[in-house]
């Protein structure tokens, strides 16, 4: 397989834009809820997917939260597989993809999981403010950098070596 058939070429080998920004945004959902669930559960213990009820209820939701990013992880996996076993991988769109998943599952996990439904905090007993703003801005910035970088492959005729 060379170069040119991974990029696609013009023709039945264009790249797909849909697959390949769909393959990135569950890459993407799958590496950010992977962080979050190995950092701030695991490792730091600063708090469950769900937080207001047992500790043995919170241990059970944080297993069903790592189980849907490995069903994300792989599911994002099988479509670049099938991208470049098709040869319309498309490395802009699917990286454009992936920062939007990733913008997009902290922006919900900030807005609708932390202040809407109070699943669970960042943190408890400290100010929450510094990490509400950080985490909300970061996940802002994350997916209008996503975005941006989708809306780049529409002026894009066909990916080129150059412009990946």
Request: hydrophobic share 50%; glycine share 10%; no cysteine.
């Amino acid at each position: 397989m060379t170069q040119r058939d991974v990029e696609g070429s013009a023709g039945s080998r264009r790249p797909e834009r849909g697959r390949n920004v769909l393959a990135g945004a569950f890459l993407g959902l799958g590496a950010v809820a992977m962080m979050d669930e190995v950092l701030f559960h695991q490792i730091l213990h600063w708090h469950h997917f769900y937080d207001k009820s047992t500790t043995s209820a919170g241990l059970v939701s944080d297993g069903l939260f790592h189980a849907f990013s490995w069903f994300a992880t792989v599911a994002g996996f099988y479509l670049v597989v099938m991208s470049v076993r098709d040869g319309k991988l498309w490395v802009r769109a699917l990286l454009g993809g992936f920062v939007t998943g990733v913008g997009a599952f902290q922006l919900y996990d900030g807005l609708v999981q932390h202040k809407l439904f109070g699943l669970h905090q960042i943190r408890y007993e400290v100010d929450l403010l510094p990490y509400d703003l950080t985490w909300n801005i970061l996940a802002g910035a994350l997916l209008v950098v996503g975005l941006t970088i989708i809306a780049s492959t529409y002026r894009q005729a066909s990916p080129s070596v150059a412009s990946q």
